[in-house]
């Protein structure tokens, strides 16, 4: 019997990666990874390949979701599966675990930096305000949901801030931006009328966030809408009740408007 070793890449180059991590991945057997949840963004295959000194296996959706490719050669060997970010915070990755728990294969994690820890630091938010994650899908005909824009609602009622992800098409390399995510919003609040987004709104944008091209924007609704962040990958943050040095934070390392010094 072998195992499944979840293994975070951290966010932007293999450099990133735990000691533990790479540990890892040199002495498994086989390693798969995927980059449709995320990716790295300084960073190629071929860099994480050279990098570790083995070859990887990169899998599709439907390879992850639909078949048994990781489960299979953990039967018989020590199996690594690599991600972006931190390997669990994708739930078709617990998903895997439990098919591997079911098939009595023992599984380990090896944790990396997640968007849902960085991007607060980055900006200077205290990630123990953060209420429920959302993520804005892209456009699609028929399709138009209010649960990501109720789900910030909720939040920012309750004085919570909100971490925005956004879609990703890794088959078709299309990858949301900020700016179309918030124009994604305005849309929702001219649809909904809960007058949750204002013209003085306070958003925070974040690309690239880990990286050394990282950049961070935080103002009205209209000037994220016309921020140049330059290329994915991107989020958004809705902040709510903010303590003096979040504000601080933001007027230092975003740029935002003095006047939220003075906000109750």
Request: proline fraction near 5%; hydrophobic fraction near 40%; aromatic fraction near 8%.
């Amino acid at each position: 019997m072998g195992e499944i070793i979840f293994v975070g890449l951290g966010m932007s180059k293999p450099e990133d990666m735990s000691v533990k991590a790479l540990e890892t991945l040199r002495s498994s057997d086989k390693i798969f990874a995927e980059f449709y949840t995320s990716k790295l963004i300084d960073s190629s295959i071929e860099d994480l390949e050279n990098f570790i000194g083995k070859k990887i296996t990169v899998l599709k959706r439907s390879d992850v979701e639909e078949h048994d490719t990781i489960i299979e050669e953990a039967k018989c060997g020590k199996v690594s599966f690599v991600t972006a970010g931190d390997p669990m915070s994708a739930t078709t990755h617990v998903d895997i675990r439990l098919r591997a728990e079911k098939e009595n294969i023992p599984t380990k994690l090896v944790h990396g930096v997640s968007i849902f820890t960085a991007c607060a630091a980055a900006f200077g938010l205290q990630p123990y305000k953060f209420g429920r994650a959302v993520t804005i899908p892209f456009p699609e005909p028929g399709f138009l949901p209010a649960s990501p824009y109720d789900n910030i609602l909720e939040n920012f009622e309750r004085g919570l801030h909100t971490l925005i992800l956004l879609d990703i098409k890794a088959d078709e390399s299309r990858y949301m931006t900020a700016n179309i995510a918030m124009q994604w919003l305005l849309d929702a609040e001219e649809r909904l009328h809960k007058n949750l987004i204002t013209d003085t709104s306070l958003f925070c944008a974040g690309a690239r966030i880990g990286s050394s091209t990282q950049k961070l924007v935080a103002g009205s609704p209209n000037s994220i809408l016309c921020a140049d962040l330059g290329s994915p990958l991107h989020c958004l943050v809705m902040p709510g009740k903010l303590h003096f040095m979040e504000a601080e934070s933001l007027c230092a390392f975003a740029g935002a408007p003095k006047s939220i010094l003075n906000a109750d």
